[in-house]
């Protein structure tokens, strides 16, 4: 199940952000998050904020409330225009891609959509059919990514994930003959029971699939999950480090052997990368739309209530859905940027580390985690080992 929100200070019932933060937002790049938090079934790992119709959340008018909230967010900030606009959950294509449409022409009417916007849904392979992607790319969808995790039945029954292990491969095709240029496919690696044969097999569709971006994940078990519940009753094994690493030293080799190139840990593409993901990676400014959705702008972060009932009685009251935000400080806001930026191929300048974190970078060196013609040319990037252990070298850097 989904986990509670974190406190924070009250925000006020318009949604006003603190004076002068609102001023300046967007002059680096402005991106919007819309949460779709709808989905068939739960799957046994997801603690994400999602919930079907048999928990009583349905899904019916559910684009006229975030069109209400879009409407609120335009007397808070005035951004020169929207760059990427990310569609979560969840699971987005759950609404008709009319409805999808509808909030995608909101956003640009508000906000306006640069020339060039990147504009993204997510979809589980089962939700999509060769007709809906044909509607989604004439509404303005340039961009999907594709829930695939893997291609052993095994593996997707420990997940709970309902699609056929060729399925994904199909909407791939199908989404490449609607018009879509940039397609993702997403990978779990390190389920218990997965065998070295299945994750290569699983790499061998995605390379074969022509996607022109991977993204791979080792399982991560959330407490709350079914998955977790298993594990905890001694049903199945929890994820092994030693083997979570292997999968990666595979992937990189395949994803790399094949033409692509990593831009971010866990992710690899053909030139395109996802600039959304890269716009929260550099601490960019967004606002997030929807039940649960976070938004950050110039250092103040908030998050909408969680459950979908409240977020509608909030809008329908005209009031904010915000449940709380924070600002940050200066030292917290370097914290964020040297944990995230590292995680990128081009990692970030040596100049921004203070006199402990140099030292800890120093170490990383010294431990082959940072490359060494990089470090020498002030840049803080890290190594194929370094990668393995980024939070480690994140946490050297950041004391």
Known sequence: MPGTLPEGEPIPRDGALPDGVADAAGEAGFGVYVHVPFCATRCGYCDFNTYTADEGVLSAGYAEQVLDELALAAKVVAPPRVDTVFFGGGTPTLLPPSELGRILDG???TWGLAGDAEVTTEANPESVDAAGL???RAAGFNRISLGMQSVAPGVLAVLDRRHTPGRPAAA????HAAGFERVNLDLIYGTPGERPADFAESLRTVIDSGVDHVSAYALIV???TRLAA???RGELPFPD???AADRYLAAEQALTD???TWYEVSNWSRDSPCRHNELYWRGGDWWGLGPGAHSHVRGVRWWNVKHPHTYAARLAEGASPG???EVLTAAERLFEDVLLRIRLSDGLPMSVLDPAGLDGARRCLADGLLDAAAFDAGRAVLTLRGRLLADAVARDLTP
């Not at 791939?172 to 989404?175: D, F």
């Open 258 to 260: 094949a033409g692509m």
């Open 222 to 224: 959330e407490d709350g």
């Open 241 to 243: 480090d030693d083997v």
């Open 323 to 325: 449940h709380a935000r």
């Open 107 to 109: 956003i640009d009417r």
């Open 230 to 232: 298993r594990m905890r």
């Open 172 to 175: 791939v095709a199908e989404a």
């Open 134 to 136: 044909r509607e989604l």
